[in-house]
Structures are given as structure tokens and as C-alpha cells.
């Protein structure tokens, strides 16, 4: 993955008033209206880039008011790079109903993280097509039926990314096939009381996790996991 300082020049530019991220079907409000109590963005810098994201320095206007006029800052935005697509997180689920973690080192945080399988989506890639492939490379698991569970933010006041949770239905299909940059050193099967126990007690730190976790709870009637597709027949 190559890493490059932007030389673009921060200058204001054009915005429209509403902007489709492309791959995306979730407006994003681009520049914005102070006076309509949006972060109005009055010119944007991009200082760092690599071939996933972008790092944008913004001089944004807030709604709020000083002295007669609206407040100004800079603050910073990480988006997807141009032709990638918001990404998805994956709940394997095993035939007997366990959930499938990975036990990652991420260095952001410098921590070895407990946290469900994720990764980005190619361009054209479904967000069901993602997850499977995503899931083969980081357990080497195949996917007999998924469910898509909606949308999450993880961090709104930095990351623009908005990634979609899929639950899967997977058995073993050999060996995975991770990328040199993943730090995987285990996988960790949990039934779904154990593990929603462990988000509760703070073990499970990862806030994609604990979204999906959360988000798949209607889906558990007395310990088993059952897939929309799978009540209908159409797995």
C-alpha cells in the first residue's frame, strides 16, 4: 500500500449543497449551512493520503456565534480514498450457533483487539459479496446464507465511513488467506449469550462489535440464531 503527502492546494473550492458518495445511497450535506445549524465547510486541505483513505484538514463555520459572528476552526475529516466504497463487518455464525471472533493487534490503539471480521468493499462489490470474501480471507470460512443488518458510525466526529453489518452463516472451507498487513493470531468461537456477557462487561472493546452484536439480538430466540433467509427457506 503506497503512502504519498498531498500536494493539493488548499484554496477554497465549490461545493454542491448535497454530495452521493459513490458507492454510497446515504447523502452527505457538503459544504453545509452554518445558519441552517449545519458545520458549514469553508475550505478543505488534503495533507495525507494513501490507497484506502484520505486525510482532509477543514476550516469549518459552526452555528454558534461570537461576538456577531459564527465560530470558525480547523478541524480534520479521514474519508474513504476516490473508488473505494464503504466497508462491511461480519458475523460469522457456525451451524451450532457460535460467533466468530478474531484475535487482531491494531496499531492505532497498540492493542491486541477481540473483534468480528472486517474489511473493505471493492468498488462494484456487494456488501453480501464483500462480507463472504472478507470472511474466507480472515477465518477461512465459506458462507451458506447472509443477512444484512443495516448500517453503523463508528465515530462520527472523525470518520466519514458508514460500513454495513452482514451476519453470515459459514462452515470451514480451508485455510484462510490473509493479507501481509493483517496481525490475526486467533480465532475465538463464542455462543451468542457468552459473548453479548462479555460486551456488556467491557472485555469486548471493538465498537463495530459491540454495534453488531447489539444490532443482531432479535435475531436469538432461546440461544440459536436464526437468519431471516433461513426462517423463509430462502437459504
Same mark, same amino acid.
Given at each position: 500500500?503506497?503512502?504519498?503527502?498531498?500536494?493539493?492546494?488548499?484554496?477554497?473550492?465549490?461545493?454542491?449543497?448535497? +454530495?452521493?458518495?459513490?458507492?454510497?445511497?446515504?447523502?452527505?450535506?457538503?459544504?453545509?449551512?452554518?445558519?441552517?445549524?449545519?458545520?458549514?465547510?469553508?475550505? +478543505?486541505?488534503?495533507?495525507?493520503?494513501?490507497?484506502?483513505?484520505?486525510?482532509?484538514?477543514?476550516?469549518?463555520?459552526?452555528?454558534?456565534?461570537?461576538?456577531?459572528?459564527?465560530? +470558525?476552526?480547523?478541524?480534520?475529516?479521514?474519508?474513504?480514498?476516490?473508488?473505494?466504497?464503504?466497508?462491511?463487518?461480519?458475523?460469522?455464525?457456525?451451524?451450532?450457533?457460535?460467533?466468530?471472533?478474531?484475535?487482531?493487534?491494531?496499531?492505532?490503539?497498540?492493542?491486541?483487539?477481540?473483534?468480528?471480521?472486517?474489511?473493505?468493499?471493492?468498488?462494484? +462489490?456487494?456488501?453480501?459479496?464483500?462480507?463472504?470474501?472478507?470472511?474466507?480471507?480472515?477465518?477461512?470460512?465459506?458462507?451458506?446464507?447472509?443477512?444484512?443488518?443495516?448500517?453503523?458510525?463508528?465515530? &462520527?466526529?472523525?470518520?466519514?465511513?458508514?460500513?454495513?453489518?452482514?451476519?453470515?452463516?459459514?462452515?470451514?472451507?480451508?485455510?484462510?488467506?490473509?493479507?501481509?498487513?493483517?496481525?490475526?493470531?486467533?480465532?475465538?468461537?463464542?455462543?451468542?449469550?457468552?459473548?453479548? &456477557?462479555?460486551?456488556?462487561?467491557?472485555?469486548?472493546?471493538?465498537?463495530?462489535?459491540?454495534?453488531?452484536?447489539?444490532?443482531?439480538?432479535?435475531?436469538?430466540?432461546?440461544?440459536?440464531?436464526?437468519?431471516?433467509?433461513?426462517?423463509?427457506?430462502?437459504?
Amino acid at each position: 500500500m503506497s503512502l504519498r503527502m498531498s500536494e493539493q492546494s488548499s484554496d477554497p473550492k465549490s461545493f454542491p449543497a448535497h +454530495e452521493l458518495v459513490e458507492g454510497d445511497d446515504l447523502p452527505r450535506i457538503v459544504p453545509g449551512s452554518a445558519d441552517q445549524g449545519e458545520v458549514e465547510i469553508l475550505r +478543505e486541505e488534503l495533507i495525507w493520503e494513501n490507497d484506502a483513505v484520505r486525510l482532509f484538514k477543514d476550516h469549518v463555520r459552526y452555528p454558534a456565534t461570537k461576538d456577531g459572528k459564527h465560530v +470558525e476552526d480547523d478541524v480534520f475529516r479521514l474519508t474513504d480514498a476516490p473508488g473505494k466504497v464503504n466497508g462491511v463487518i461480519t458475523i460469522p455464525i457456525t451451524d451450532d450457533d457460535r460467533i466468530i471472533l478474531v484475535r487482531q493487534f491494531r496499531h492505532p490503539v497498540r492493542m491486541w483487539m477481540l473483534e468480528l471480521p472486517r474489511g473493505s468493499r471493492n468498488p462494484g +462489490e456487494s456488501p453480501e459479496a464483500a462480507a463472504a470474501r472478507e470472511i474466507h480471507e480472515e477465518i477461512g470460512c465459506r458462507c451458506t446464507a447472509t443477512e444484512p443488518l443495516g448500517r453503523v458510525s463508528p465515530d &462520527s466526529g472523525q470518520l466519514s465511513s458508514i460500513p454495513h453489518i452482514i451476519a453470515a452463516r459459514v462452515r470451514r472451507d480451508g485455510a484462510p488467506e490473509r493479507e501481509e498487513t493483517e496481525t490475526i493470531d486467533r480465532t475465538v468461537a463464542m455462543p451468542y449469550p457468552i459473548l453479548r &456477557s462479555a460486551c456488556e462487561r467491557g472485555e469486548i472493546l471493538d465498537a463495530y462489535t459491540l454495534a453488531a452484536v447489539t444490532r443482531i439480538a432479535p435475531l436469538v430466540r432461546d440461544g440459536r440464531i436464526v437468519l431471516e433467509c433461513e426462517r423463509s427457506g430462502r437459504a
